[in-house]
């Protein structure tokens, strides 16, 4: 009957087989259906479910161009560190074995965490997670102890370690679609990324493995929880407000990390004083921090910055923040 028709096709039905049917007609219905189902997943890895779903469809070919929805959501940028000097070493071949043996470990621990992955940049992974800070943080650590899991592999392969720098941001996205009618892409637009992706290039510079915004820390639910420090003040060109940034390192070896914690009261208070220039101060605790703890690279970043604004004074732009340039 017509109601039963509709009904099963409010319901997800598709398609509708009449009694009697041959079995070949059975047949070439199931494989024209188990193709559907193959090319709609194929599309799901090129285009995230999760995009489509805020964009309010369920599949790919709904969307128009210009579609778009504003949302808050944790941005989560990932990078392997010195991936140009290992790459030089390998064959094309190698190269992208090597690249997708990785991902193919540290994307389940965003899914694991309710996120979703935006785009592969080469090495780089970026990813959002809609439903809270938490779960950023949360892929984030679980992103490091998985590559730890890796290293133990690759030397024992015979293969140098790698390590990643994570940075992440909290804001407001806009996600959509860009291009023109024969071409278009899903895209995220927001100074939320240019800032998560900053974050994760400074973590070298500070000796980081993760990074997060002020917005980052203050929206997660038990920030207690968590292993972390305040590590510098930054701003970001464009924006006119500093923005204030913290190390997690729940995830640094267990020597590294005790240290870290002990010396964090000392590292924040000098931290202080060098934003309100008291600079002598401020390298005098910065050098106590590295009597306990000499592979701290933020303090001897800032040791080198103290004796530099001492001797040669601050610029006149000085903002008690470090300018992020292009």
Avoid at 199 to 204: D, M, N, S, V, Y
Avoid at 314 to 322: I, L, N, T
Wanted: with cysteine; aromatic share 10%.
């Amino acid at each position: 009957q017509v109601s039963d028709l509709v009904e099963g096709f409010t319901f997800g039905v598709n398609d509708y087989l009449t009694k009697p049917c041959s079995k070949h007609e059975l047949l070439a219905r199931i494989k024209s259906h188990l193709r559907l189902s193959k090319i709609t997943s194929a599309y799901g890895k090129f285009v995230p479910h999760d995009f489509l779903r805020f964009l309010g469809y369920d599949s790919i070919v709904d969307v128009k161009l210009g579609d778009h929805v504003q949302k808050e959501m944790t941005v989560l940028f990932a990078d392997i560190r010195s991936f140009t000097s290992l790459s030089e070493q390998l064959s094309p071949q190698e190269n992208f074995n090597f690249i997708n043996s990785y991902l193919s470990r540290v994307s389940p621990a965003i899914r694991a965490h309710n996120g979703f992955i935006d785009k592969y940049i080469g090495d780089g992974v970026m990813a959002l997670f809609p439903e809270s800070a938490d779960d950023g943080v949360q892929g984030a650590l679980e992103m490091q102890q998985t590559v730890a899991l890796y290293n133990q592999h690759r030397c024992k392969s015979g293969y140098l370690p790698i390590t990643i720098g994570i940075g992440l941001h909290t804001g407001s996205l806009m996600l959509g679609t860009i291009g023109e009618q024969k071409r278009m892409e899903s895209t995220v637009i927001s100074d939320a990324v240019n800032l998560a992706s900053r974050l994760e290039g400074l973590t070298k510079l500070y000796g980081a493995g993760i990074m997060i915004s002020q917005q980052t820390l203050y929206n997660l639910n038990q920030f207690q929880k968590y292993s972390y420090r305040f590590l510098d003040r930054v701003k970001v060109k464009g924006k006119n407000k500093p923005v204030a940034v913290f190390e997690l390192f729940d995830q640094d070896q267990p020597q590294l990390k005790e240290l870290k914690r002990t010396t964090k009261s000392n590292f924040e208070q000098a931290a202080f004083l060098y934003h309100r220039q008291a600079f002598a101060q401020a390298e005098q605790i910065f050098q106590s921090v590295l009597q306990s703890n000499p592979q701290d690279k933020a303090a001897m970043l800032y040791v080198k910055r103290c004796q530099r604004y001492q001797s040669y004074g601050v610029p006149e732009d000085w903002e008690r923040a470090e300018a992020l340039h292009d």
